[in-house]
């Protein structure tokens, strides 16, 4: 089960979409709310997402809101990303900022400051232990933290886009290649040793005479499998503005789904998170 935003731009709201994947198939595209940066809650039961990038909402699978509040200290500038772990839900901005709130009440719990104001933050993993993002000036570097390790540093070395798996012990991040910026991405673990590099034209199946261009936006891992790499994959980077076609990897197998009926369509359907295992039915509702 998959959740879509139909937007071209990860700093901007539009229609957020759920999407049931059966045996490699999509059964169903509903819309489902507004918003950006939508995430599974741990048992995938809801969801989170965020309206004009203070605005916290959590929905049913269905779309009903159940609870919305306003996040703290958060600027028009400031790049909001949000995470659903054990503890609650995450927010992470554009500075050395995060902060953990309760997804029962919307409360504050705690701020955790790491990095420096330089610091772009990103997602949580799922246990807490680890959080993922770069370090903008005075060059890209991919950053990690380690939360149950006195927020120790690892630096992951050039590139952005960090996200670590959900029991972080392995993080993803976007390479710099020259000429094809976004076409291949690395797996490290804590050790810091390379296990695999990705390549956009070996793990999707695109014809490379007709993919001039093309690369991913973002990728990160799902909320809760090791397995499985979230790809949002299109044309004209950065913005991908002529369409942007979501995939799934499973880093197992090898092999990749598309979570988007029409694979060479002009959408603009960004991949926020899938939950492997659980599809959505009426029946859960009730």
Same mark, same amino acid.
């Given at each position: 089960?998959?959740?879509? #935003? ?5 700093? *901007?709201?539009?229609? =957020? ?12 595209? =509903? ?7 939508? $995430? ?16 916290? *909402? ?8 159940? !609870? ?24 992470? &901005? ?17 701020? =955790?400051? !790491?990095?420096?104001?330089?610091? #772009? ?9 680890? =959080? ?8 890209? $570097?991919? !950053? ?30 976007? !390479? ?7 076409? +291949? ?20 199946? &695109? ?43 499973? &880093?197992? +197998?090898? #092999? ?11 959408? $603009? ?18």
């Amino acid at each position: 089960m998959g959740l879509l #935003i139909d937007q071209n731009n990860w700093e *901007k709201d539009g229609d =957020v979409y759920r999407v049931d994947l059966e045996r490699g198939t999509v059964r169903t595209t =509903v819309r489902v709310s507004y918003g950006r940066c939508a $995430r599974f809650s741990p048992d995938g039961a809801k969801f989170v997402c965020l309206e004009n990038q203070d605005i916290v *909402k959590i929905c049913n699978m269905d779309g009903a809101e159940t !609870l919305r509040f306003k996040a703290a200290e958060v600027s028009a500038a400031d790049e909001v990303v949000c995470s659903w772990t054990k503890s609650g839900i995450w927010l992470s &901005y554009a500075g050395p900022d995060m902060h953990l709130y309760d997804s029962r009440n919307g409360t504050l719990v705690k701020t =955790v400051r !790491l990095g420096d104001r330089r610091w #772009i933050g990103r997602h949580v993993c799922l246990e807490e232990t680890a =959080v993922g993002g770069q370090q903008i000036e005075p060059c890209a $570097r991919a !950053l990690a933290f380690l939360l149950n390790d006195n927020n120790r540093k690892l630096d992951l070395g050039d590139g952005c886009g960090v996200c670590p798996s959900p029991d972080g012990l392995l993080f993803t991040h976007n !390479l710099w290649e020259k000429g094809r910026p976004h076409q +291949t991405m690395r797996i490290r673990n804590r050790a810091l040793n390379t296990l695999q590099y990705l390549y956009l034209f070996d793990i999707l199946p &695109y014809p490379r005479k007709e993919s001039q261009g093309w690369c991913w936006n973002n990728q990160k891992w799902s909320s809760n499998s090791n397995d499985i790499i979230l790809i949002s994959a299109g044309n004209s980077f950065p913005q991908l503005t002529r369409c942007i076609i979501p995939w799934i990897y499973n &880093y197992k +197998t090898g #092999i990749s789904h598309c979570l988007h009926v029409n694979q060479r369509s002009n959408d $603009r359907r960004m991949l926020h998170d899938f939950y492997e295992g659980r599809l959505w039915s009426e029946e859960e509702s009730t």
